[in-house]
């Protein structure tokens, strides 16, 4: 089991920029495909996007593509989210998972999460 711990969030205004960051523990962060995953108020649970496992693909929902950049540091086990142009619609408590079929998280488990506030 991989355990995760997200960072880097905050309160922003809109049309600024946020860097997230995912540390994870365990020798095997390397095979996964790694993922970022979101819940806004009132809402489940979305994938974002996700990486591959040596970083060669990536794949995003419509609406941060172009805003937002997945990568990944298999020698420092962190997964990275780099999101420009926040809107307020991306306010939301951001998670990485391991990715799965069908973009589902691979975990059972989540860490705490990082708060993500835009302001218009």
């Known amino acids: 089991q991989v355990q995760l711990v997200e960072s880097g969030g905050g309160l922003v205004q809109a049309g600024g920029s946020l860097r997230l960051s995912c540390a994870a523990s365990?020798?095997?962060?390397?095979?996964?495909?790694m993922g970022w995953f979101r819940q806004a108020p009132g809402k489940e649970r979305e994938f974002v996007a996700r990486?591959?496992?040596?970083?060669?693909?990536?794949a995003y929902i419509d609406s941060v593509k172009g805003r937002f950049t997945i990568s990944r540091d298999n020698a420092k086990n962190t997964v990275y989210l780099q999101m420009n142009s926040l809107t307020p619609e991306d306010t939301a408590v951001y998670y990485c998972?391991?990715?799965?079929?069908?973009?589902?998280?691979?975990?059972?488990?989540w860490g705490q999460g990082t708060q993500v506030t835009v302001s218009s």
């Open positions: 990486i591959s496992s040596m970083g060669g693909n990536t």
């Open positions: 365990g020798r095997t962060f390397m095979i996964y495909t």
């Open positions: 998972n391991a990715v799965r079929g069908g973009n589902s998280p691979f975990f059972d488990s």
